[in-house]
Every structure is written in structure tokens, then in C-alpha cells.
């Protein structure tokens, strides 16, 4: 492996994402459009990278270059210093950058045990009866049991997404991927799921490249705030979260928590605004 | 917030707390389940209402036909004079419950169908399949299969006669044809219903090109190929009949146009019930199949 002076030694502490200079043109129908225009982003190894920015303004592109579902068109990612991708070569999707989706992706045919264990069993680095005993472990240590044998339609979204967490772990990715993850859940929920991300990631120190528009969200999990431009999305800002971890709910009424939120709102309010004129959906 | 708890709660789901241990979910027992079923079913009106509807059908074919005779239904026999044949043991035109005639074309009537559904989905099922994996493979056959779908079974007759050796054959075909095509489509338009986010985790989890055919694909495929396997069977049964019309020394098809040509009247309404009865009933056993193979769908509809 080349590792050209960036840190990957230790195990804890992989997943360093260098983005450089990159842009996106989408063609649909002839029409240039700019989706990113030289964004350069240097995520460190075990980072919890939030990235906030306007409904389509190229967030997703970004995470869908690395996650190896689209090209990009100029500019360079580097995954731990090795290139990942160039406008010439796009990576196949990989088990080292799993990514958690907006709207989940468990598969609703397979159990809860059958989807956690997916990964290595699928690319035969464990058998199916380690697999399913490290995944029984593992949903133990986080508040998982008892629902192994269920189809993910028998149990809450909040438990899916956590599952889909789980089964993300399992294969020790490099960089989890979330786009989105929590969008569409109550507030209630949402909280659960808040506290377990952040559980995990306490436990894990996996580098995390989140996705979200909710600036709450943004300021309680992540370690840095990337705060996108509208389209053609560049990087605005970077909001450096200092709150120590391990976080919990009473952080939500500090003095620190209230600055960075109204530092993060002004930032973003211009964007959604400019976003709005320009006839994009609000935020 | 309340709301949503309440939503949560009348879903059966809970929202588990962190940290607290999760109650394990309560299995019952499939056995259990249909009964609990069955009672809330014989609770509801459905069942007697189910009833009166058939009963009100036969009292309408009854009136219409034995008791006022209207112009348009006096031809027609009644279904006093169609169960007096049925239950006969000695049929004044040779087919009853209890003449082996009658079994015999049953049985070979659904021996056809068998043989031709059979056929139908060994090959419709993975040319489907194969048709939303690989786009080439369905650029290929695409607008093959939407010329050859529309044309009418019947247009089929004459060719297949040509084609085959000897009326076997022939009817067979016919009814393969009928259900081939519902089959194809059906399961193409499985593949093609699968959301694209399905084959974005497999592939971020490491699965092969393979894996996802055999852990994606088809899984998810399974819904609307049981679906279409349920539509293709409903045209096997029609295309069999029609074949059996035109080119049949046996079948139920065979028997209807035979009945007619010689005024047996009430032979045809016995063939045509059982022509429905068997209908539903092959019906019926794809569904219990299907939802065999797909458990999780059965239990996303109990939830």
C-alpha cells in the first residue's frame, strides 16, 4: 500500500479522504450543468465529517465519487493517500467505503442477521457462522438483540437505520458513507438515532462523511462542519466543532453549541437564500 | 411528537430507547396466526356476504332461466337440470361425477396445462431475469417480445397446426405461448422494479456481479414474477381452450364445443364450472407457493 506520507498505520485511524480541485458536470439533455466547481476538502483519518449545504447542490455528488457510483469530471480523490479517483478512472463501489442510504437499503427479502452479515459473507472473508456469531456480538454491544430473526419491515426505521449502521461496520470500512441518513424520521426518533451514531463512532473512530441539511444534526455529531455553496457547489466554510465527546443531549443547551449554530446558520442562510432565487427547492 | 408515538405504536413497532435492552419480538406460531385469522374473518360480514353474492347468481340463473324462461335464457339448462347430470350415476349424456370420461378430460386438460405452464416459466422466468440484468440481452429482444406479445392466441392456431406434428403438440404450444410472454414481461418488469439503491449497497457490501443476480435480482425479482406467474396461468387456461376447441379429441375445451355441436347442453355449464373451479385452484397454488418463497412479503402485510 502507498501511503506517501499520509498516516495509515494504525487501524483506528484509516479513512483520510483528500478531495482535490474537483468538478462535476452533469449533461442531461445537452445542458451543462456545474454540480461542483473545484471543491477541495481534506477529511483526516477518523474524522466525523458533516457536510451541509443546499438541496441539490452537489453534496451527494461528492459522497457517490467516492461510495464509486459516479465519475467525476476534473480533479482528484485520494482515499489514504492512494488515488481513488480522476475524471478518467472511477473506482468500483467497495466494501472499504459502504455507504448508508437516504432512504435505507436493507434488504427487505433477508432477515436482520442474513443483511448484517451480508458483507463478508459475500466476499468470503468469513464463514457464514463466524459471520453470523461477530453480528450477533456486535448488535449486542449496541442495543440490537433480539431481532435478528426479523425482516427489517417487522421492525421501527429507527432500528433499520441502526442495523444498516451495523451491517456497514461489519466489513471495518474505511470511511462510512451517510447521505442523509436520518431525513425522513420524526424527531423522536431522531434523537435515538443521534445518540447511537455517536456511540458508535466513540467506539469505532471509523472516519464518517455525513450528509445532511439539518444544522443541528451537523453541530451535535460532527467534529467539522463543511458548509457547501449552492451550485455549482464549492466549500463556503468549515466550522470546527469543539464540543468534547462523548456528547449527549445536554450539549444542545451550551453557550458553544448556540455559537456554532448561529455561526452555521448565517453561513447557510445566504446559500439558501441564493438557492431560493435560483429556483431550487428550499431547504 | 405525540402523534408520531401513537402512529408507531398502532404500526406495532416501538422505538427503542438507547441503551435499554430491546424486548425480543414475539413469534407467533403461523399455525396460531391463521386461525386468529380465520376467526376475525368469520367475525366480519365478508364470509356471509361472499355467500349471498353466489347465491343471489344461482337464484338469478334459476329464475331466468327454469322458472320465467326469459327469451334470452330459455335455451339455456338450468342449474337444477345441470346438477341433476353432475350428481347422476348414470348421465343421459355420459359425463358425471362419477363417469371416469369426465376425469379423463380433466386430467388431460390439466396435464396440458402443466406441461405448457411448466415450459413457460423454466424459460420466461430467466429470459426476465436475464433481460433486466444484462441491458444488451434486452436490447436484443425487447421489441421482439412487444411485436410478438400482442398478437391474439388465436392467431396462433393455424400456425402451430402447420408447425407440429399432430394435435398434442400443437395444443401445448398454444398454451405456452399464452403463458410465456405474461411470464417474460412480469419478470422483467420485477427486475426493473427493484430500487436502484438495492444494487448500490450489494456492491458497496463487496457482492460480485453474480451475488447481486442471485441475492438481489431474483429476491427482489420474486414478487412480480409470482405476480405474473399467477396472470400467465389465467392464459394458459384460456389459450388451452381454445386450442382444445379447435384441434382437441379430449379436454375440457374439447368437451364444451363438443356438448354444443351435439346438443349437450348442460355438459357444457359442468365443463365450464370445472373449467373455473380448476382455474382458481392452480390460481390458488401459486399464491401459497409464492408466499412460501417469500416469507418477508407475508409478514410485511401482517404488519
Known sequence: ?283 | MTTDTVANGAKGVSVGLPGAPQAPQKQTSDFRLTLIRLKFWLKSPSPYLNILGLAGFLLFWYLTTEVLKLPLFEKLPGPTATLDEWLSHDPMFGISFFTLEYYQHIGISIWRVFQAFALATMLGVPIGLFMGWKKTFKDYTFPLLEVLRPIPMLAWVPLSILMWPGREASIVFLTFLGSFFATVLNTLLGVESIDECYFRAAASLGASEKQIFSKVIVPGALPFIFTGLQISMGYAWFSLVAGEMLAGEFGLGYLIWNSYTLVQYPVIIIAMITLGVIGSLSSLIIRLVGDKLMQWKVREAAQ
Request: proline content about 5%; aromatic content about 8%.
Open chain 1, 1 to 283: 500500500m502507498n501511503t506517501a506520507g499520509f498516516e495509515t498505520a494504525d487501524e483506528k485511524s484509516r479513512g483520510a479522504i483528500n478531495i482535490r480541485n474537483v468538478t462535476k458536470v452533469y449533461d442531461p439533455d445537452g445542458a451543462c450543468v456545474l454540480a461542483v466547481d473545484n471543491c477541495s476538502m481534506d477529511i483526516s483519518a477518523g474524522e466525523f465529517c458533516v457536510v451541509v449545504g443546499p438541496s441539490g447542490c452537489g453534496k451527494t455528488t461528492l459522497l457517490n465519487a467516492i461510495a464509486g457510483f459516479h465519475g467525476i469530471s476534473g480533479g482528484e480523490i485520494y482515499l489514504d493517500g492512494e488515488l481513488l479517483c480522476t475524471s478518467e478512472r472511477m473506482p468500483k463501489p467497495g466494501s472499504d467505503r459502504i455507504v448508508v442510504f437516504q432512504n435505507g437499503a436493507l434488504f427487505p427479502w433477508f432477515t436482520v442477521l442474513e443483511n448484517v452479515t451480508f458483507g463478508p459473507v459475500m466476499q468470503g472473508v468469513m464463514a457464514k457462522k463466524d459471520a453470523e456469531d461477530k453480528a450477533l456480538h456486535m448488535m449486542g454491544q449496541m442495543g440490537l438483540q433480539g431481532i435478528s430473526m426479523n425482516y427489517p419491515s417487522e421492525i421501527s426505521s429507527g432500528m433499520r437505520r441502526r442495523v444498516e449502521i451495523a451491517r456497514a461496520l461489519m466489513n471495518n470500512p474505511r470511511v462510512l458513507l451517510l447521505d442523509e441518513p436520518f431525513r425522513a424520521m420524526d424527531a423522536l426518533t431522531k434523537t435515538v438515532v443521534h445518540q447511537f451514531l455517536l456511540n458508535v463512532y466513540d467506539e469505532y473512530k471509523t472516519t464518517i462523511f455525513f450528509i445532511t441539511h439539518d444544522l443541528d444534526e451537523a453541530i451535535f455529531l460532527g467534529s467539522k462542519v463543511y458548509i457547501m455553496t449552492t451550485r455549482p457547489a464549492t466549500i463556503k466554510k468549515i466550522l470546527e466543532v469543539t464540543i468534547p465527546r462523548p456528547r449527549d443531549f445536554r450539549i444542545l443547551a451550551s453557550p458553544e453549541y448556540q455559537r456554532l449554530r448561529d455561526e452555521c446558520i448565517s453561513a447557510v442562510h445566504e446559500e439558501a437564500v441564493k438557492a431560493f432565487k435560483a429556483g431550487e427547492r428550499e431547504m
